[in-house]
C-alpha cells in the first residue's frame, strides 16, 4: 500500500508596515499579523508614542515629508539708550520764543557734564513755530462779531540724549524738571551687534532640531538626509513696545454703601513693562533679567523626507513532507 505523502503548510506573512496616524503623520515600522486585532493593537501603539513621546514641534505636510520647528528668544540688555523730551516755548514774537527756548535747553545740556554726557551726546530736533490766536470781539449795533487775531508765538522742540548708563535716568529727569523740561516723550534702547545675537539663536535652534531628529530616529521614524529649511523668521521686540497701562479699581460693597453717601474717587491710571511671555517658546536665553530688555525673537522650520516606499509584504511557506523534512518556500507578490 503505497504511503500518502502529508503536506503540513504553516502560513507565516511577516512585512513592515508603515503607519500614519493623526494628525502628526509619524512613520513607525513594526511586524504585525493581518487580522483587524493586530491592526487595533498598532493603532494604539502608534497613538501613545503622539501622545507621549512628541510635542507640537512635530507635524506633517504629507506622506513622505515631516517638519520640525524650534522658537527662540534671547533677553539682551541695551548698550546704550535715547531719551526724548519735548519742550514748548510760548511768547510775544518768534525772536523772543526761540531764545527763551534755547536758554532752557543750553542750561540742560551743561548740566548734563555732571554724568559725563557730552554735548555731542544731545541733539535739538525742531518740530514747529507757529502763531497763536486769540478771538477779539467786534460789538455792532444788533451782533457781536468774533474774530481770530495774532497774540504771539509757539515753539515747540524735541531734545535728543543719548548714553549708556541705564542707572542714570533718573539723574537726567531730575536736571531736566530743574530746567523747566517736563515732557519725557519717550526712552529707547539700542543694542549694537544684532546679527550676533541672532548668529545664537540660528546655532541653538539648530542644535534643538536636530536632537529632535535623534529623538524620532530612536522612535524608529526614518528620517532621510538631505534636509531644506523651509521658514526662517526674526524679530526684535523693544522694551517701549511692551508697556501694558492698567487702572487700579477698589471699590466699596453693597453692605458698607447701605445708607450712606458714596463718593467715587479718580483712579490714577499708570503702565508697567509686560515682557513678551516664555511659554511660546522651546528656548529661552537669559531668562532672568532686572531692567526691561530687548527682545530677539527666532523661529526656524525644517523640512525632512521619509522613506517614500512602503516595504512590500513578503510570504514565508514551510512544508512538512512524510520524512519530517521542513521546507522553506518564498513567494513574492
Same mark, same amino acid.
Given at each position: 500500500m503505497k504511503s500518502k505523502i502529508t503536506f503540513l503548510v504553516i502560513l507565516l506573512s511577516?512585512?513592515?508596515?508603515?503607519?500614519?496616524?493623526?494628525?502628526?503623520? @509619524?512613520? $513607525?515600522?513594526?511586524?504585525?499579523?493581518?487580522?483587524e486585532r493586530g491592526e487595533y493593537q498598532l493603532q494604539n501603539l502608534e497613538r501613545g508614542i503622539q501622545n507621549n513621546a512628541?510635542?507640537?514641534?512635530?507635524?506633517?505636510?504629507?506622506?513622505?515629508? *515631516?517638519?520640525?520647528?524650534?522658537?527662540?528668544?534671547?533677553?539682551?540688555?541695551?548698550?546704550?539708550?535715547?531719551? &526724548?523730551?519735548n519742550i514748548t516755548q510760548v511768547a510775544q514774537t518768534a525772536k523772543e520764543a526761540d531764545e527763551l527756548i534755547n536758554k532752557r &535747553?543750553?542750561? $540742560?545740556?551743561?548740566?548734563l557734564a555732571v554724568l559725563a554726557i557730552r554735548p555731542t551726546d544731545v541733539h535739538q530736533d525742531m518740530i514747529y513755530l507757529i502763531p497763536v490766536f486769540e478771538f477779539e470781539v467786534e460789538k455792532k449795533l444788533f451782533s457781536k462779531t468774533y474774530n481770530e487775531v495774532p497774540k504771539g508765538f509757539e515753539m515747540q522742540k524735541n531734545v535728543h540724549v543719548k548714553f549708556?548708563?541705564?542707572?542714570?535716568?533718573? +539723574?537726567?529727569?531730575?536736571?531736566?524738571?530743574?530746567?523747566?523740561?517736563?515732557?519725557?516723550?519717550? *526712552?529707547?534702547?539700542?543694542?549694537?551687534?544684532?546679527?550676533?545675537? $541672532?548668529?545664537? @539663536?540660528?546655532?541653538?535652534?539648530? /542644535?534643538?532640531?536636530? !536632537?529632535?531628529?535623534?529623538?524620532?530616529?530612536?522612535?524608529?521614524? +526614518? @528620517?532621510?538626509?538631505?534636509?531644506?529649511? @523651509?521658514?526662517?523668521?526674526?524679530?526684535?521686540?523693544?522694551?517701549? +513696545?511692551r508697556?501694558? +497701562?492698567?487702572?487700579? $479699581?477698589?471699590?466699596?460693597?453693597?453692605e458698607?454703601?447701605?445708607?450712606?453717601?458714596?463718593?467715587?474717587?479718580?483712579?490714577? !491710571?499708570?503702565?508697567?513693562?509686560? !515682557?513678551?511671555?516664555?511659554?511660546q517658546f522651546d528656548i529661552v536665553i537669559n531668562p532672568e533679567f532686572l531692567e526691561p530688555v530687548v527682545q530677539f525673537t527666532y523661529k526656524l522650520k525644517v523640512k525632512y523626507s521619509l522613506e517614500k516606499d512602503k516595504p !512590500?509584504?513578503?510570504?514565508?511557506?514551510?512544508?512538512?513532507? /512524510? /520524512?519530517g523534512n521542513l521546507k522553506e518556500v518564498i513567494l513574492k507578490p
Open positions: 511577516t512585512f513592515g508596515l508603515t503607519a500614519q496616524r493623526s494628525s502628526n503623520q @509619524l512613520k $513607525f515600522k513594526g511586524t504585525i499579523n493581518q487580522s512628541l510635542n507640537s514641534n512635530y507635524y506633517s505636510v504629507n506622506d513622505h515629508e *515631516i517638519i520640525l520647528e524650534c522658537d527662540a528668544i534671547m533677553n539682551v540688555k541695551a548698550d546704550s539708550y535715547l531719551l &526724548i523730551f &535747553i543750553n542750561a $540742560f545740556v551743561e548740566s549708556k548708563k541705564s542707572d542714570i535716568v533718573d +539723574d537726567i529727569v531730575t536736571l531736566a524738571a530743574t530746567n523747566e523740561i517736563y515732557d519725557l516723550v519717550t *526712552i529707547e534702547y539700542f543694542v549694537k551687534n544684532q546679527q550676533l545675537v $541672532f548668529d545664537s @539663536l540660528r546655532s541653538a535652534s539648530i /542644535n534643538y532640531i536636530d !536632537k529632535n531628529a535623534r529623538k524620532l530616529e530612536k522612535l524608529g521614524i +526614518d @528620517l532621510e538626509e538631505p534636509h531644506t529649511t @523651509l521658514v526662517e523668521q526674526s524679530n526684535i521686540i523693544f522694551p517701549e +513696545d508697556y501694558s +497701562d492698567y487702572e487700579s $479699581f477698589v471699590s466699596q460693597s453693597i458698607a454703601a447701605k445708607d450712606k453717601a458714596v463718593t467715587t474717587v479718580r483712579k490714577p !491710571k499708570t503702565v508697567a513693562y509686560n !515682557k513678551l511671555p516664555y511659554n !512590500k509584504p513578503v510570504n514565508h511557506y514551510f512544508i512538512l513532507d /512524510n /520524512n
